[in-house]
């Protein structure tokens, strides 16, 4: 399994070979089912790696983890279907899409916690402008892909004027696996 990515100078920093050779060793074990454990989009959408010098493309590893993100969420997409049917996984992901949406639709105009005072956090402006891609999207006058969400880049500003990142994230994990169960 090892050289599965191009790996970057030994000057520069690149993702741990070792620990993303093992990664992907145990997910290729989970997705055919050779193991007991179970591994889920939200696990490969946590999966960390260490920096270090010479190591593996961080681009190649984080595209690599996209495509594996979207076969798990596929294969869930299959099995519950099969198990429960097509329309059962459609209203499952409605569900999921009406509680992104009304996160988006709040009253105070807020759609996220505020970074805290004097901390760094994205610009409100630039998240803002995705989310209402994003509300295009779910009331069918946008596309959009979840590679348009992943791909998303926010400037960074400072207390009141940036959202916390950790919410911001979480909010996007979950709006990328629904745009991926319906992809």
């Known amino acids: 399994m090892s050289g599965m990515f191009n790996s970057v100078p030994a000057m520069r920093t690149g993702y741990d070979k070792d620990e993303v050779d093992e990664f992907f060793e145990h997910a290729r074990q989970a997705y055919e089912g050779r193991t007991a454990d179970r591994l889920t989009s939200a696990d490969i959408q946590a999966s960390t790696f260490d920096l270090t010098r010479g190591g593996y493309n961080t681009h190649e590893v ?6 594996l993100e979207a076969a798990f ?3 869930q997409r299959a099995e519950y279907a099969a198990a429960h049917g097509q329309q ?3 209203n499952a992901l409605a569900e999921r899409a009406r509680s992104l949406y009304g996160r988006l639709g709040r009253p105070d105009g807020e759609k996220f916690a505020p970074a805290d005072r004097g901390a760094q956090g994205y610009d409100k402006d630039d998240v803002d402008d995705l989310c209402d891609r994003l509300i295009g999207y779910f009331d069918r006058q946008e596309p959009l892909t979840a590679g348009d969400i992943r791909s ?3 400037g960074r500003a ?3 004027d940036a959202y916390d990142e950790a919410s911001v994230d979480a909010f996007l994990s979950r709006a990328v696996e629904v745009l991926l169960g319906v992809e």
């Open 88 to 90: 059962a996984w459609m």
């Open 73 to 75: 969420i596929a294969r």
């Open 62 to 67: 984080d595209a690599a983890l996209d495509r």
């Open 158 to 160: 400072r207390g009141a």
């Open 152 to 154: 998303a880049t926010f």
